[in-house]
């Protein structure tokens, strides 16, 4: 949650636990430097008029930023966020016996350079490596750092007399990548603009890619469909969607991301046209486990039929990917095995 002078962006939960951490945030601007650890009690009294429902304690750290000091770290960040390299802000949020730096030092872990947190607390090459791989794997965490250098998660922020680090990793902009840009598209494009997403619209017919349609998308493009696909650096931060015109369009789209290494594919249709297809593809020499993870029939099955409700299936199913990687699978037969799918289905 960032809290500035004219107000507030994010949430830590709300409530009046919210409220108290917001307070203590307006105290530490006005007094313009430092870091603090509040605790939060969220046990209440039942009598209140305004309780905490969730109960129990909650740790939150609150860090001053400001321009003087944390301009160049903030361009840093944001520049692994704008080219989509794995990377974390590892915060000091528990001095313990190493009394040389201040709560609140902090520093980026770049996988590429592995050398910032070394310098924070002195960690050994293999906690590096952990603390790296969570970066990658976008996995916050807690971590004490032993006199060693070696780390270990926790929960609570306590005085246990070594530093605690909190490992905030930052990733790149989630881009949702429609293709098609027909009625399902339209509220397909605006919730997930709603839902922060980079939306991209691809459409070989500029009648329908257009400003006038797509208001809230952040991209359109107005060319053949694989040739436009072809022109996008897929990533793992990527979600195609293809809800094109036709069969055809849709399998050429598929054929298309599947060319590059990794990122979330889903197409909407019947079971049976799925199989048909990947079918098709698994002949021509595409690797089954690649093909076990496209998401089709896409969406969860909440008996959607109007394109907005379609598009809230789909979405769903692309938030539970994202923050969950859960997905409800089944097995369907084809020429070499049996293929992992989603059960889920948009009508």
């Known amino acids: 949650m960032i809290v500035r002078d004219d107000g507030q962006f994010g949430t830590i939960g709300g409530g009046c636990g919210e409220a108290e951490v917001f307070r203590k945030a307006r105290i530490l601007l006005d007094e313009g430097r430092g870091a603090r650890l509040a605790e939060v009690d969220l046990t209440g009294d039942f009598d209140q008029q305004e309780i905490g429902t969730c109960g129990g304690l909650m740790d939150v750290f609150i860090d001053l ?14 520049d692994s966020v704008a080219h989509n390299r794995p990377a974390a802000l590892l915060t000091l949020v528990e001095a313990g016996a190493k009394d040389d730096l201040p709560v609140g030092a902090k520093t980026l872990l770049d996988p590429t350079t592995r050398t910032a947190a070394d310098q924070l607390v002195g960690l050994t090459p293999a906690a590096l490596d952990h603390l790296v791989e969570r970066a990658a794997d976008a996995n916050p965490g807690l971590f004490e750092v032993h006199s060693n250098g070696a780390v270990k998660p926790v929960v609570r922020v306590e005085s246990s007399g070594a530093p605690r680090l909190f490992v905030d990793p930052v990733r790149g902009a989630q881009r949702l990548i429609i293709v098609g840009a027909g009625h399902i598209a339209q509220p397909l494009a ?10 991209s619209v691809i459409d070989d017919r500029a009648s329908f890619a257009n400003r ?16 436009a ?8 931060h990527c979600y ?12 050429e789209a598929v054929r298309a991301a599947l060319r590059q290494p990794e990122c979330f594919i889903g197409m909407i249709g019947s079971r049976r046209r799925v199989k048909a297809m990947l079918a098709r593809i698994e002949e021509d020499g595409v690797d089954p486990r690649r093909l076990a993870e496209l998401h089709a029939p896409l969406g969860l099955d909440i008996g959607a039929e109007t394109p907005e409700e379609i598009a ?12 969950t990687g859960v997905r409800d699978d089944l097995t369907l037969g084809t020429k070499s095995g049996r293929l992992r799918r989603a059960a889920g289905r948009a009508r």
């Open 312 to 323: 809230v299936a789909i979405l769903a199913e692309i938030i539970r990917e994202r923050r």
């Open 229 to 236: 696909i072809d022109s996008i650096k897929l990533d793992r």
């Open 212 to 227: 006038d349609r797509f208001p809230t998308a952040d991209e359109i493009i107005v060319r053949p469909f694989a040739v």
């Open 65 to 78: 930023w400001s321009p003087q000091n944390d301009v160049p770290l903030a361009r840093r960040l944001a």
């Open 190 to 199: 605006t919730l997930g603009s709603m839902l922060g997403f980079h939306v």
């Open 240 to 251: 195609l969607i293809s809800v094109t015109r036709g069969h055809a369009f849709d399998e």
